[in-house]
């Protein structure tokens, strides 16, 4: 069974920095795209960054510059680096990877900037940025 394991999350003061990691447990093939997604309190659920199979990452622009997703060797384990956090960062953060072949090259950032492409998905980690 496959699962995606988060952590990385808490209490960090603005200005801070913070850096979540999701692993893909019981993995036996090859995800096309694993990305981040943030909910916010009261609101729905958003795209932070995208990392696909080819290597090709895709930063929202709320956080272009302060925000970097990254992967282990294995493809099986991405990363948030998340510096300069304000307030308005605060949220769950959920990790999610994708098998659809369009999320492979990210020839199309829009495709996978949607939840609905998304086959599987972390339980979601807190992030609080207190001001």
């Known amino acids: 069974q496959v699962q995606l394991v988060e952590s990385g999350g808490g209490l960090v003061q603005a200005g801070g920095s913070v850096r979540l990691s999701c692993a893909a447990v019981?993995?036996?093939?090859?995800?096309?795209?694993m990305g981040w997604f943030r909910q916010a309190p009261g609101k729905g659920r958003d795209i932070v960054a995208v990392?696909?199979?080819?290597?090709?990452?895709y930063h929202a622009d709320a956080v272009k510059g302060r925000f970097t997703i990254s992967r282990g060797a294995t493809r099986n384990t991405v990363y948030l680096e998340m510096n300069r956090l304000k307030a308005e960062d605060t949220g769950v953060y959920y990790c999610a990877a994708t098998t659809a072949a369009a999320a492979r090259y990210l020839s199309d950032p829009s495709y996978t900037r949607t939840d609905s492409v998304y086959d599987y998905w972390g339980q979601g980690t807190q992030v609080t940025v207190s001001s």
């Open positions: 990392i696909a199979w080819s290597g090709s990452t």
């Open positions: 019981g993995v036996t093939f090859s995800w096309n795209a």
